[in-house]
């Protein structure tokens, strides 16, 4: 498998970076993850406009006009269908502390995954005891290298048998899993948790609040869910860019094992979200 650093495709094998690069040494950096799907790279307009922001907020200046071509590129090098595309950017070389040189030069790698589908998979879900996200923090608004909450999160969740685990804010209010957006349906009212509440905001995410506000028979609204919402929902399904949407089976919470039989809505909007992607290639 070959991928990009900087300009130079490269094996994968061969491929390397210093140990002095700040991605390595700090987490120092930002990332996304991209959808491939018959050769094709879903919503790339998304990603990198979220990604453009992040650099920005981060205040790491990248160039990445040439992303989409050399992204091209690779996914027909690598013959890849139906897969993953990752996006990876860290400040570069050069640190007094955490403080970073000035003029550091950027490092950007581009790598392709195949992907396993997960549609058929039994997703059960736990709310997370060792990690809480904090509302304010501009951590949680940007896909940063640096994403320990949501690495020990996921770890704590596989431990304990479960695919991934919710997590909440100060506020005990749901905000995501460690890998996706949450939504839940109670009497065909989509509920998803607002951006206040300390969340990423999934290109995905965004993707489904557009379908609903533009179909009449699919009503949304983003808003503060409590644990209590969970227990009394009819269906919760999760999402982001590498699996769409994910119905959810069931929810552990406290001791109690929440099961959900309801999948309609989720099986409705994947397939409305699979046409919209498909229609904006």
Known sequence: MLC????????????????????????????ETCHISNSKIL????????LDKGLKS???????????????????????????LRLSISR?????????????????????K?????????????????????????????????????ILAKI????????????????NEICETSSANI????????????????LLSGTKRQKIIDICQQNVDLKIKETKITINDLKNCDEVFISNSSFLILAVNAIKIDNNLIKFTEDKISKNLRNRLLIKLQNEL
């Open 4 to 31: 990009f650093i900087n300009d130079k495709l490269i094996d994968e094998d061969q491929a390397m970076i210093s140990i002095n690069d700040r991605g390595f040494m700090f987490g120092d950096g930002i990332f």
């Open 92 to 112: 570069g070389i050069g640190s007094n502390g955490f403080l970073p040189c000035q003029d550091i030069k950027p490092n950007i790698i581009i790598q392709t």
């Open 183 to 198: 939504f839940i349906v109670k009497n065909n009212l989509i509920l998803t948790p607002s951006l206040e509440c300390g």
């Open 58 to 84: 981060l205040e790491i200046k990248a160039k990445t006009s040439n992303l989409l071509e050399k992204s091209t590129k690779l996914i027909k090098e690598n013959n890849i269908k139906d897969g993953i």
């Open 114 to 150: 195949y992907f396993k589908d997960l549609i058929n998979k039994n997703i059960t879900l736990a709310i997370s005891k060792k990690i809480t996200l904090f509302s304010k923090s501009i951590l949680n608004k940007h896909k940063t290298a640096n994403s320990l909450n949501y």
């Open 156 to 171: 704590d969740s596989h431990k304990n048998g479960f695919f991934d685990n919710i997590l909440l804010n100060e506020n």
């Open 43 to 50: 919503d790339f307009t998304s990603h990198l406009k979220r």
